[in-house]
């Protein structure tokens, strides 16, 4: 990985992504390099990974696919079946066997726009995984790296969606998630802004 041109949270980012199994919540304003960041990150880590984002249009940004379609979850709130031992919607559906090979082989999960995922999603993102995946470790045990800006697009709820969820989470926001709540996670913050004139904004990996 190149110099960060002195952004040391953008190498601290990419050591802790790299190198640790950690769950990293990278955030930043518009402009910090976490768009960059995540395709030098596709370019040059040898991690097995797939990128998901909440709606077309940023999975399109970040070459990736939706959270619904990778994962096949349904849209409707996603609260634990209490009756048949705590599943969530869409953890029994049909997977193809590429698809599966895909969870099983997956080292780390990019989720892009984070700041619009709901936490009950997350939740569903990591029945799926656990599905898949020996153990019964949040998420399967695969890192996850989280990149978005809280002061942006926040999850969409309706009045009647969260009459279900309130009882299982604080929030909607992905940080309430039950299953986050259960592993480590780091946030690191980008505060330096590139401007696009900047000769050394093309040099950097965020």
């Known amino acids: ?50 990128v998901v984002a909440p709606t077309g249009v940023a999975a399109i940004n970040a070459g990736g696919v939706t959270i619904h379609s990778f994962f096949q979850l349904p849209f409707g709130p996603l609260a634990p079946d209490l009756d048949s031992g705590g599943e969530r919607p869409g953890s029994q559906y049909r ?48 890192q996850l790296l989280m990149i ?12 009647d969606e969260w009459e ?10 992905f940080f309430s998630s039950q299953a986050l709540g259960r592993t480590s996670l780091i946030s690191i913050e980008l505060k330096h802004i590139y401007r696009q004139s900047d000769e050394r904004f093309i040099e950097t990996p965020g």
């Open 1 to 50: 990985m190149k110099n960060p041109q002195d952004n040391r949270q953008l190498q601290l980012a990419f050591d802790y992504v790299q190198h640790t199994g950690r769950n990293v919540f990278l955030t930043g304003k518009a402009g910090t390099g976490k768009t960059t960041f995540l395709h030098t990150l596709r370019a040059r880590s040898p991690k097995r990974m797939i």
């Open 148 to 159: 978005g800006d809280l002061q942006q697009l926040a999850p969409v709820v309706k009045t």
């Open 164 to 173: 279900i969820l309130q009882n299982f989470y604080e929030t909607m926001f």
């Open 95 to 142: 997977f193809s066997r590429q698809k599966i090979n895909i969870i099983r082989s997956l080292d780390l999960l990019v989720i892009d726009e984070v700041s619009m995922v709901r936490a009950d999603l997350l939740d569903g993102i990591d029945a799926v995984l656990r599905r898949f995946r020996p153990g019964n470790r949040p998420f399967g045990g695969v």
